[in-house]
C-alpha cells in the first residue's frame, strides 16, 4: 500500500493508522510494539514531526495498547535524534500519564523518569521541569472533595516527596502531609499514617528533627487516640522506627508515652504491631531503659482483670521473648509465663500451654530442661487437680521440642505417677498423655514402663478412664503393636 499520492516513504505511518484504526485490540497491539521498528524506518527527523504528533493526538485506546505504549516510548531516546531531540518524547508520554488506569500512568510516569536521566541540565528547566511542576495540581489533589484522590496522595506521597527534592518537601509537602494526617476521612488518615516513618527519614537531613518535632509529631500524637481502629494500627506498625530517627532523648522524651499509651489500646492489632517492633526502640535506649517504661506496662496487660486481654498478651509473648533475649526474659518475664498455668480461665491455661512449647522452639531444650520442665512437673503435686491436668497438658505439648532424652528422664516419670490419681479426670488425661508422648519414647520403654500402667488403667472403675487406655493400647494410638 502506498500514500495517497504515491509516495512510498509514507508507507509505515500509512499502515500504522489502518492498524491502529482495527477493530482487533491484538493487531493494535501488535502494531505498538513494532513502533521501534516503524522509527527506524521513519528516520529520526520524521519519528519526531510524524509518528510522535500522530501517537500524541490518538492516544485513546485499550490499556493493554496503551501500556504498550508508554513501556515503548520510554526507549525512544536514540530514534528521535538521541538526548537533544528527548524532550520530543515528553508529550505523548504527559498523556498517557494522565490516563484513567492507574497501571498505565505508572508505567508512563516510569518512562518520564527514564528518559528525563537523557536530557540535558538545560533541557530539563527547558522542557521537562514545566512538565514536573506539580505542586498547584499535587495542592489542588491533596485537597480534593473525593476521599479517594486524597487516598492516592496520600497512599504515594513517598514517591512525590522523592521527586520534588528537599525544597519543596520542606516548603509544599510537610504543611499538605500535615492535612492528610488530620484528614476527616479515615481511609485517608491511615495511608498518611503509614507513611509517617518513610516519610520522617526521608526528609533534609540539616532541619529533619525540626521540622518532625514542630509540625509531624503533633499530628501523630492526635493519630494515636483516633476513633478509627485501621488508623491507630497503620500508625502502631511504624511509630517505632521513629525512635532511630530522633535518639534516645527524643524518644524517651515524646515517644515513649505514645508507645505506653498504644500498648494498652483496646485494639489488639496495635498492640501487637507495638510490640512486634520493640526491637527498633531497644537498638536506641537500651534494654534497661525498655524495661523501666514499657515493660511494666506490658506486664500490667498481663495481668488484666479481663482473661482476653491477658490472652492476648499471652500471644505475643514468644515475638517478644525473641526481641528481649533469653537473659532478659528470664528475669522480667518467666515468672509471669509459669503463673499463667495456673489462671482460673481455662482458655489463659491452654495459651500458656502453648506458649511454653513456642518459648521452647525459640529458647531451646536446655534451656528448657534447666528453667521451664522442673516448674512445670513440680505443678504435679498441686493440691488443685485442675492444676496437676495442667502439668499433663504441658507434657503433651513439650514433649516433641524437648526430645526423646528430656521425655524420658523428666516428664515420663512423673506422668506414669499420675496415673494413681484419685480424680479420674487426671488418670483419663494420664491415658491419653502416654498416648501423645508415646511417638517420642523408646519401644523398650513404650513395652517396660508405659504398657503395664495402661494396662491398670485400661481395668479402672471409671469408664473414660478405661475407654482411654483402651484407645492408647490399640495399636492404632502407640507406634507399636501390642498383643
Not at 396 to 422: F, W, Y
Request: net charge negative; proline share 5%; hydrophobic share 45%.
Amino acid at each position: 500500500m502506498a500514500g495517497a499520492d504515491g509516495d512510498d516513504s509514507l508507507y509505515p505511518i500509512a499502515v500504522l493508522i489502518d492498524e491502529l484504526r482495527n477493530e482487533d485490540v491484538q493487531l493494535r497491539l501488535n502494531s505498538i510494539k513494532k513502533l521501534s521498528t516503524i522509527a527506524l524506518a521513519l528516520g529520526v527527523e520524521r519519528t519526531r514531526t510524524e509518528l510522535l504528533p500522530f501517537l500524541t493526538d490518538t492516544i485513546y485506546d485499550e490499556d493493554e495498547v496503551l501500556l504498550a505504549l508508554a513501556e515503548q516510548l520510554g526507549n525512544f531516546t536514540m530514534l528521535v535524534g538521541g538526548p537533544e531531540y528527548v524532550h520530543c518524547l515528553l508529550p505523548p508520554l504527559e498523556s498517557l500519564a494522565t490516563v484513567e488506569e492507574t497501571v498505565v500512568r505508572d508505567k508512563a510516569v516510569e518512562s518520564l523518569r527514564k528518559i528525563s536521566q537523557e536530557h540535558s541540565p538545560v533541557d530539563l528547566e527547558v522542557h521537562f521541569e514545566p512538565l514536573t511542576l506539580v505542586m498547584p495540581t499535587l495542592r489542588q489533589a491533596a485537597e480534593d472533595k473525593s476521599w479517594r484522590v486524597r487516598y492516592m496522595v496520600a497512599d504515594k506521597f513517598s514517591e512525590l516527596q522523592k521527586a520534588v527534592g528537599p525544597e519543596i518537601t520542606k516548603n509544599d509537602l510537610v504543611p499538605a502531609f500535615q492535612n492528610l494526617l488530620k484528614d476527616c476521612e479515615a481511609e485517608v488518615r491511615a495511608a498518611a499514617a503509614n507513611k509517617v516513618k518513610e516519610f520522617c527519614e526521608n526528609l533534609p537531613e540539616d532541619n529533619r528533627e525540626q521540622i518532625i518535632m514542630t509540625h509531624i509529631l503533633p499530628c501523630v500524637k492526635e493519630l494515636v487516640s483516633d476513633t478509627n481502629q485501621h488508623v491507630k494500627s497503620a500508625l502502631a506498625s511504624v511509630i517505632m522506627g521513629l525512635s532511630t530517627i530522633l535518639g534516645k532523648d527524643n524518644t524517651i522524651e515524646h515517644l515513649l508515652p505514645l508507645f505506653l499509651a498504644q500498648l494498652k489500646d483496646e485494639c489488639p492489632e496495635v498492640r501487637l504491631n507495638i510490640i512486634s517492633n520493640l526491637d527498633c526502640v531497644n537498638e536506641v535506649i537500651g534494654i534497661r531503659q525498655l524495661s523501666q517504661s514499657l515493660l511494666p506496662a506490658i506486664v500490667e496487660l498481663a495481668e488484666d482483670a479481663k482473661w482476653r486481654v491477658r490472652l492476648a498478651i499471652i500471644e505475643y509473648m514468644p515475638l517478644l521473648a525473641g526481641q528481649l533475649g533469653v537473659e532478659f526474659f528470664d528475669e522480667k518475664l518467666n515468672t509471669l509465663c509459669m503463673a499463667w498455668l495456673i489462671d482460673h480461665v481455662y482458655a489463659i491455661r491452654e495459651a500458656a500451654t502453648c506458649n511454653l512449647m513456642k518459648l521452647v522452639e525459640k529458647f531451646g531444650a536446655d534451656w528448657a530442661q534447666n528453667t521451664i520442665v522442673p516448674k512445670v512437673l513440680g505443678m504435679a503435686n498441686d493440691p488443685n487437680y485442675l492444676h496437676r491436668m495442667t502439668t499433663l497438658f504441658c507434657i503433651n505439648a513439650l514433649s516433641d521440642v524437648c526430645g526423646r532424652d528430656i521425655t524420658t528422664k523428666q516428664m515420663l516419670p512423673v506422668v506414669l505417677k499420675m496415673s494413681e490419681d484419685q480424680v479420674a479426670n487426671v488418670r483419663f488425661n494420664v491415658a491419653k498423655s502416654l498416648q501423645k508422648i508415646g511417638p517420642v519414647l523408646e519401644k523398650i520403654t513404650l513395652q517396660n514402663q508405659v504398657k503395664p500402667v495402661l494396662d491398670k488403667l485400661a481395668t479402672d472403675k471409671d469408664m473414660d478412664v478405661k475407654y482411654f487406655a483402651h484407645e492408647a493400647l490399640s495399636g492404632e494410638c502407640l507406634p507399636y503393636e501390642y498383643s
